[in-house]
Structure formats: structure tokens, C-alpha cells
């Protein structure tokens, strides 16, 4: 099928938020692990590929980015979505607006718009500023990120040293005054060599007029959930056949395994909330793990009986991962647990997992390469932007989630046992 809209992703977590409310419209959508090594074939109405960008060095998260693009075009997509996270993790130079600008100018389009807002999930933009929950985003936990930390709310401010071209903001004012409004409001500040342009919304109804005024730009960019309303747009305009392939669910064999690596705030509380169900549990320390290797945590998950879905977690406070990091450095330190969680998938996946539960948006990338998955297809919500995925893993049907580190109710890995065992 051809594509119709064609998604670039900065983490794997990110990606799967992204499928996961394309996938409400019960439409198929595939989700690609890294740009495909061969052309395009069997393609679903929405394609996304999931790159591990969001900390790599401008330089390569542009090309990497060209590239998913170039298959994208390949595939039949005429428009664009880049998505990155609803916290816009991202450093001063980048890589938010430098992948941006790249697009824009691979695709000869000369206004893009930001909107990282996902109402759902608590993140809300007003008069250029992010929220989390009630808190300004740099009050927010988000503010101690070991890899991004996010220390002003204002995204303009944010935007302005990773671009070239001016920024610029569509407030809540004018959104709510319509599709039409917006539209003319960019229009004018197109006119007037406005290229970024931040635009507020605080709920899902701003949302729904921002897809409506945006619908037909070549690229739009934001968190996944100004993409949500896109679907429906296309299906009423024909754009999407009413007759596209839907989402098919496998059957699964038993056993799983839980691995998480996201240190956030509300992973430290679903760890703590999973461990009151009596599931076994072991907690990584990168300082043991730097000295002795994986081997231990290893031993252990070979005892381990699968069906009562043992977790593995690198989860710890703000102050644990600093002393972590002071000792072994900050890359050092999360690609040294990466890799010991992504060892446990596969020594899971050999000995009969086949649901696996994957917290954080490195540990996911991680996990997933491990597994050797290349091609999702996307299935139903556990929570907000976070759906379980179907894959093949060494010939294997394999079910995931990969869930972004502050997504999810504090039940959540039990929730996603559950959805998946009621699908």
C-alpha cells in the first residue's frame, strides 16, 4: 500500500507513542527499527521509523534523519511528520531544530510548526512555555534528565539556538479562535520569513484544530499527539482509504521478563509499585556491573520461572545515577546498563520469553537491536502513547512495549500484562 504519511521518530520509545495513536484509528501501522536496508515493499497507509538520534552528535542525527526520509519518499509519502518527545529533550545545539531544518529544506518547504502538547500525558504548551502536569517544564522532574536536562520551559527560547531561520509562536488565543485563524496566522508569519513556529495547546480539542489548519503542510513536527487527529482528517478527505488494512493480532506463546533502565520519576514509582505484587525482582548497579560484569544478573534470570514475569531494573534517584555517572561518566554509565538489560532480553528471549516490557527510550533501542527486530506492527494501548507491538525475534512472535520513561500510571507493568493477556 502506499504510504500517506511517512514518520521520523528520535528514540524507540518515542516512535511507539507516535504508532500507538496512529493506531487508534484501527488502520494498520508499521513501525521500522532504524532506517530499512531494503527498498520499500510491503508498506502500511502510516510508516514510522524509529531512530536512536535524541543524543547522538548533530552531525550524525541529520544524515541518519535524511536517510529515513529518502525511504519514506521511496515508499510513496507526501507528507512528513518529525516527532521527537513531549518534554523536547534536547540540548542547545541540538537535535531538534538542526533535524528540522534538514527536513525542511531536503522537502523545499519553508514554515514547519512545533507542538510537543499531549493533554493526555500531562504536557501542555501556553504562550510558548511546556508544562508538566502544573509545573513549569524546568521545575519538573525533567530538570535532573542525566542526558538532557531540560532547563528552561520557554520553547522558542529552546528552539532559537538550534535554528538558522527565526522562530516564532501561534499563542492559545489564536487556536482557539479556530482552524481558520491558525492558518491565517501562519500564513502571516510565513510572509513575514517565519519559518518555526511554536504553537500552543493545552487540550486535545487545540489539538484537533491545529491537525485541522496543519493537515496539508508538507512537514509538521511535534510529540505524537498533535499527529493523532490525522488519520480521521485523511479518512474523511479520501486521502486514506476507508478499505485500508487493518491491525492483526498474534497469538503468543508464554513467559516474560520486564527491563527497565529509565531512571524518571514515574518508572521509580511503577518499580516500586510492581515489586508490591511479589514478582521477582533484581536491581543493576552500573559500579558492580563496571567491576564484574553481567554474569551475576545473568545466573540470576536463568533461575527465574518466566510466567511470574520477573522485572530487571536499573531505576534509581536522581543522586544514585550522579554518583553512577561521576565514577564511570555519563555515556559510559548508561551504555554500560543498556547493554547488560539487552543481554537479559535475549538470554530471556532463549530460555521462553516472548512478552517483554522495555522502560526508557535508550534501554528500548538497546533491547530492540538486541532482539533483532527490524519491523513492528503496532496493537492495542496500554496507556497513552504507549501500545504493545508484534515482532519476529529469531524466528520467535514476539510481543513489546517500549514505554517512555515518564509515561504510564504507577501500575503500569502490571497493566500491560493484562491488556496484553485480554487482546
Given at each position: ?122 504536557r501542555s504548551i501556553f504562550m510558548g512555555n511546556l508544562f ?190 550522579k554518583a553512577a555517572q561521576a565514577k564511570l561518566g555519563v ?87 493484562a491488556k496484553l493477556e485480554a487482546a
Amino acid at each position: 500500500m502506499t504510504t500517506v504519511l511517512g514518520c521520523i521518530a528520535d528514540d524507540f520509545t518515542g516512535a511507539t507513542d507516535l504508532a500507538g495513536l496512529l493506531a487508534r484509528s484501527g488502520v494498520r501501522v508499521s513501525l521500522r527499527m532504524g532506517v530499512p536496508s531494503e527498498p520499500p515493499g510491503d508498506t502500511a497507509a502510516f510508516e514510522v521509523i524509529a531512530l536512536k538520534s535524541r543524543t547522538a552528535p548533530v552531525k550524525d542525527a541529520v544524515a541518519e534523519t535524511r536517510q529515513a526520509l529518502k525511504w519514506l519518499q521511496a515508499a510513496g509519502a507526501k507528507r512528513f511528520f518529525w516527532k521527537y518527545c513531549s518534554t523536547f529533550d534536547s540540548t542547545a545545539t541540538g537535535n531538534i531544530g538542526p533535524v528540522a531544518e534538514a527536513l525542511m529544506d531536503d522537502l523545499g518547504c519553508d514554515q514547519t510548526i512545533y507542538c510537543p502538547a499531549f493533554p493526555e500525558n500531562g504536557r501542555s504548551i501556553f504562550m510558548g512555555n511546556l508544562f508538566v502536569g502544573q509545573q513549569p517544564l524546568a521545575e519538573s522532574p525533567m530538570k535532573d534528565h542525566p542526558l538532557t536536562p531540560m532547563q528552561d520551559s520557554n520553547l522558542m527560547r529552546l528552539l532559537t539556538p538550534q535554528v538558522t531561520r527565526p522562530v516564532g509562536l501561534a499563542d492559545r488565543l489564536t487556536v482557539a479562535r479556530g482552524a481558520q485563524a491558525l492558518r491565517a496566522d501562519l500564513a502571516a508569519q510565513k510572509a513575514q520569513g517565519t519559518a518555526h513556529v511554536v504553537v500552543d495547546a493545552v487540550a486535545n480539542s487545540d489539538l484537533e484544530i491545529i491537525a485541522e489548519a496543519c493537515r496539508d503542510m508538507v512537514l509538521m513536527t511535534g510529540g505524537s499527539a498533535v499527529a493523532m487527529p490525522l488519520p480521521a482528517l485523511y479518512l474523511a478527505d479520501g486521502t486514506l482509504s476507508a478499505d485500508a488494512p487493518k491491525a492483526v493480532t498474534p497469538t503468543l506463546e508464554a513467559g516474560s521478563i520486564l527491563l527497565s533502565g529509565s531512571c524518571s520519576a514515574m518508572t521509580n514509582k511503577q518499580v516500586a509499585q510492581y515489586q508490591t505484587t511479589g514478582a521477582p525482582s533484581y536491581q543493576l548497579d552500573p559500579l558492580t556491573l563496571a567491576n564484574s560484569g553481567p554474569q551475576t544478573v545473568l545466573e540470576w534470570l536463568s533461575k527465574q520461572d518466566l510466567s511470574q514475569a520477573p522485572l530487571i531494573y536499573a531505576t534509581a534517584s536522581p543522586d544514585s545515577v550522579k554518583a553512577a555517572q561521576a565514577k564511570l561518566g555519563v555515556a559510559e554509565a548508561g551504555e554500560l546498563i543498556e547493554s547488560v538489560l539487552a543481554a537479559c532480553a535475549v538470554a530471556a528471549r532463549d530460555a521462553g520469553a516472548r512478552r517483554f516490557i522495555a522502560a526508557g527510550g535508550e534501554t528500548s533501542g538497546a533491547i530492540t537491536k538486541a532482539l533483532g527486530v527490524t519491523q513492528l506492527d503496532i496493537g492495542a494501548e496500554i496507556a497513552p502513547g504507549v501500545p504493545w507491538c508484534y515482532a519476529i525475534s529469531n524466528s520467535h512472535q514476539i510481543a513489546l512495549t517500549l514505554k517512555s520513561g515518564n509515561f504510564g500510571t504507577e501500575t503500569f507493568f502490571a497493566d500491560a500484562l493484562a491488556k496484553l493477556e485480554a487482546a
